[in-house]
Every structure is written in structure tokens, then in C-alpha cells.
């Protein structure tokens, strides 16, 4: 069963989730974890290119080098960072699960964002550095309506990715759906309330400063 999801786990886990992370915790809870991470770090690296203008310090191939790097490392950072909070609530919650199994999940609830992955990789075999140039030149050609359908599709895969993270954890913390989603939930308060943390320390110190 592990090597038919291995083998294509983009339809698996859409039309499967909690059979494909049983079998994946069962088996190898780390099964694709690069994968993952890299489908969910390249869009964020892109958007960090685009605000360091990375596009006019290198060559076109040490970025594409540097993508191969960075993409993975912030995915598996937000991959990480992500289960730690589901881990850490679960726990109060008192889910059974452990930490691998809760970043096996985590992981795999991103393969809905394949597609960004996909429309990245050929924006940049397309448009080359127009992708992550500050001003898009070929934006102004594009088709509003077009815009807003890739919006709303980009809203339905969101919304799967979560669907497919509160089955995971359901599955593997031996939660009800109600208790899953209030796992979720309680995992986004802590991170508002860190986010906010942060802020106020971060104004306080520019405060002190100035």
C-alpha cells in the first residue's frame, strides 16, 4: 500500500488522507518529507527573491541553485514550526500521536499547493526574472478575470490543505473531527498570540531606540 501512495501521492492524498498518512506513519513517517518541504518552501522563496531583489545580483542559474537549497530548508522550517504547535496543543488536548507522526502530517496536507509549485517553475522557464522582478512587465497583459479564477482557485486548494491537515490529525491523534479542528484552531491562536509577542517586543526595542 506505502509504495501505490509513494508511487503517486498526489492522488492519494486527495482522494484518501487518512488512508495515506495511516499507512505513512506506519511505515515511514519521514516518507517525502524533502518533497514536501520543497513544494512548500519554493513559493515562499520566490516571494523572498522578489522582495530582495535577488533577480539583479546573480546569474540566472546560482538562482535557480539557490532555490534548490533554500526551498527545501524553509519548508521544512514551516513544516516543522507548524507541527510543533499542532504537537504541542494536541498534547493538552491529550492526543497520542508524537512529533514525527504530527510533521508527517503537516507535510503531506501540502500537497495542494503543488500547483503554486508548478505555476512558479514555469512563470520562470516562461518569463525568466520578470517572476521575481519588482515591477512584472507582462502583469498589465493579463486578464483580470484570469486573476481572480487563479484567486479562487488558490482558495480551494487552501481550504483542502486544511481539510486534509484536520483528517491527518484526526487519524493520527485519535481525535474526533470536532476535536482535530479545535487542535487547529487552539495551534492558531498560540501562533497570533507569538506573532503579536513579537511585534510588541520588536516596537518596544525600536522605541528604546529612537
Not at 76 to 81: D, N, P, Q
Not at 92 to 106: D, E, Q
Not at 184 to 192: D, I, R, S, T
Request: proline share 5%.
Amino acid at each position: 500500500m506505502l509504495q501505490r501512495i509513494l508511487a503517486k501521492p498526489w492522488m492519494q492524498i486527495w482522494t484518501h488522507p487518512r488512508l495515506t498518512i495511516r499507512e505513512v506513519v506506519k511505515t515511514n513517517p519521514n516518507a517525502l518529507l524533502l518533497f514536501w518541504s520543497f513544494v512548500s518552501g519554493f513559493p515562499c522563496f520566490l516571494l523572498g527573491a522578489q522582495l530582495f531583489s535577488l533577480d539583479i545580483r546573480h546569474a540566472l542559474w546560482f538562482f535557480l541553485l539557490e532555490a534548490a537549497i533554500i526551498s527545501p530548508l524553509l519548508g521544512f522550517l514551516w513544516i516543522s514550526f507548524t507541527a510543533l504547535l499542532l504537537y504541542g496543543t494536541g498534547k493538552i488536548l491529550k492526543g497520542v500521536a508524537p512529533y514525527t507522526h504530527v510533521r508527517a502530517v503537516v507535510a503531506w496536507a501540502t500537497a495542494p499547493s503543488v500547483p503554486n509549485t508548478l505555476i512558479g517553475l514555469f512563470s520562470l522557464a516562461v518569463f525568466a526574472w520578470n517572476v521575481v522582478a519588482t515591477q512584472f512587465p507582462q502583469m498589465g497583459t493579463i486578464d483580470p478575470s484570469f486573476v481572480a479564477y487563479t484567486v479562487f482557485i488558490q482558495l480551494i486548494l487552501s481550504i483542502w490543505g486544511m481539510v486534509i491537515c484536520i483528517a491527518g490529525l484526526a487519524e493520527v491523534q485519535n481525535f474526533s473531527i470536532g476535536k482535530s479542528i479545535f487542535n487547529v484552531f487552539l495551534a492558531g491562536v498560540v501562533f497570533a498570540i507569538v506573532n503579536f509577542s513579537i511585534v510588541i517586543f520588536l516596537n518596544a526595542m525600536y522605541q528604546k531606540s529612537s
